[in-house]
């Protein structure tokens, strides 16, 4: 049998890094890649298309969503299990409730595995989580399946092992082990929660389909799990992200000039697609100015452009100034003097020039 997985779609999620229009443009985004989800689907002959939690966000959705999402998965005759998570939490105001759903949808609604008998002796046990936090494991205690044949499961939660390199500030919602899937005579888990992508022996995490931040890793795709009869699997992953994201950066060390600053940018970024974040780094000399603000226009043929400053030193020669018979010279050799540490010397030296020069800049100095 085959599912076509995916999960953490985030429908309708602010896109607080970006500014308006461009966070409408990513919501619409993340509609076509469901509308691509559910054609591929359609295209591998997918026996039915499963969701693991987070479709959509709870405290955001609007009735043009549900409307939306009763109106692609009714535009096919594949079966669509859904399985609440964390975000999309099945709850007396949840949108899975408002939804005259179609007969080939399937809403998961209990916060304990249940089953769905399927073809071929398969049975599929989903789950949902009825609040935003706190839920646990489904697979805790003394768990196991009660039938025979081979066991799907397909639930939002998190994988103990998995915590130490999935993305930071992931809390350990619905957590469980491998240990527990194997334990519990699941032979695979279908899970959502973490976007990282991850294929481990007994459990699959598509990760999100598009792109929902800079510096993702892992390719934005839905899985095609084939189960077979004695419960192994087999998996492809097939691209479905609308928009590219890319997180680069240009450094403009030894750049004379802030048209320099902003033709090393440009030389980065032209091979590129989508949506780009820059990072402008490195040490310029104390007359080029670097200010975001250069940098409009550059990029033109992508989605956005999003620049932001990183470290950017400010390359004085202080043992040259400390010689110099100025006012400048002289506030350096009182700082030098001060018994600072190094990189707080430094700090006071390149704020008090650049404020000596009457410069302002947006340089945070390092």
Not at 130 to 151: I, Q, Y
Not at 289 to 297: A, C, F, I, N, T
Not at 331 to 356: K, N, P, S, Y
Request: aromatic share 6%; glycine share 8%.
């Amino acid at each position: 049998m085959k599912f076509l997985l995916f999960s953490d779609l985030h429908l309708d999620t602010p896109f607080s890094w970006a500014g308006p229009d461009l966070a409408r443009r990513r919501r619409h985004a993340l509609r076509d890649t469901l509308c691509r989800i559910v054609e591929l689907a359609e295209e591998l002959d997918a026996d039915a298309i499963a969701c693991a939690g987070d479709l959509y966000e709870h405290e955001r959705f609007t009735p043009d969503t549900a409307n939306f999402l009763r109106d692609q998965f009714a535009r096919t005759e594949c079966p669509v299990y859904l399985a609440p998570g964390n975000h999309d939490w099945y709850g007396p105001a949840s949108l899975y409730r408002q939804v005259e759903w179609t007969p080939n949808v399937h809403v998961f609604t209990e916060d304990r595995l249940l089953p769905v008998t399927m073809d071929d002796g398969l049975t599929l046990w989903g789950a949902a989580h009825r609040a935003p936090a706190n839920t646990d494991g489904f697979l805790a205690g003394d768990w196991r399946v009660e039938r025979s044949g081979v066991h799907v499961a397909l639930f939002h939660g998190s994988e103990a092992a998995a915590l130490a390199f999935q993305e930071a500030g992931k809390a350990p919602h619905a957590p469980f082990s491998a240990e527990q899937i194997e334990r519990s005579g699941i032979h695979h888990a279908m899970l959502g929660h973490f976007h990282t992508p991850r294929d481990a022996e007994r459990h699959t995490y598509p990760g999100n389909p598009d792109p929902l931040s800079f510096g993702e890793t892992g390719e934005r795709a839905a899985v095609l799990v084939t189960v077979h009869d004695d419960g192994t699997v087999e998996r492809q992953r097939h691209p479905v992200a609308s928009t590219a994201v890319h997180d680069v950066t240009v450094d403009v060390t030894g750049a004379t000039s802030s048209s320099e600053v902003r033709a090393r940018t440009e030389a980065v970024v032209r091979g590129l697609t989508g949506i780009v974040r820059v990072t402008v780094t490195g040490e310029v000399a104390p007359d080029v100015e670097v200010h975001l603000g250069d940098l409009d226009g550059v990029g033109a043929h992508l989605d956005a452009l999003v620049p932001r400053l990183g470290r950017i030193a400010v390359g004085y020669d202080v043992q040259a100034l400390a010689a110099e018979h100025t006012v400048r010279g002289q506030f350096v050799r009182d700082v030098l003097a001060a018994g600072l540490d190094e990189d707080e010397q430094r700090r006071v030296i390149v704020t008090g020039l650049r404020a000596l020069d009457g410069r302002a800049s947006e340089l945070e100095v390092h």
